[in-house]
């Protein structure tokens, strides 16, 4: 398993824009699918954008399209979550996830068998 850890949450109006890093322990990061998921107060963990181990394959949620972009720098081990255009409805924890098989298939949650502590965003109307 990987050691992940979140950074970059934290209050912003609505339509402001926030960057969300992941930094994992791993020296085989290369080789792991990243993915950061998000769970609001009373509601079930949703997926919002995977990337895969080459970075040639990304999933989307449907509400995050043309608002978030994901990235990842693997001389630095780290995921990247861009949020721009944010909403209140973005108000979340955001988790990341490692997928060691490398695809990121998001419907496939128990391939992801590292989560990070979670990083608090809230976005004020």
């Known amino acids: 398993q990987v050691h992940l850890v979140e950074s970059g949450g934290g209050l912003v109006q609505a339509g402001g824009s926030l960057r969300l890093s992941c930094a994992a322990s791993?020296?085989?990061?290369?080789?792991?699918?990243m993915g950061w998921f998000r769970q609001a107060p009373g509601k079930e963990r949703e997926f919002v954008k995977t990337?895969?181990?080459?970075?040639?394959?990304?999933y989307t949620a449907d509400s995050v399209k043309g608002r978030f972009t994901i990235s990842r720098d693997n001389a630095k081990n780290t995921v990247y979550l861009q949020m721009n255009s944010l909403k209140p409805e973005d108000t979340a924890v955001y988790y990341c996830?490692?997928?060691?098989?490398?695809?990121?298939?998001?419907?496939?949650?128990?391939?992801?068998?590292?989560w990070g502590q979670g990083t608090q965003v809230t976005v004020s109307s």
């Open positions: 996830a490692a997928d060691p098989t490398g695809y990121g298939r998001y419907w496939r949650l128990n391939d992801f068998d590292s």
């Open positions: 791993e020296r085989t990061f290369s080789t792991y699918a």
């Open positions: 990337i895969s181990r080459s970075g040639s394959t990304i």
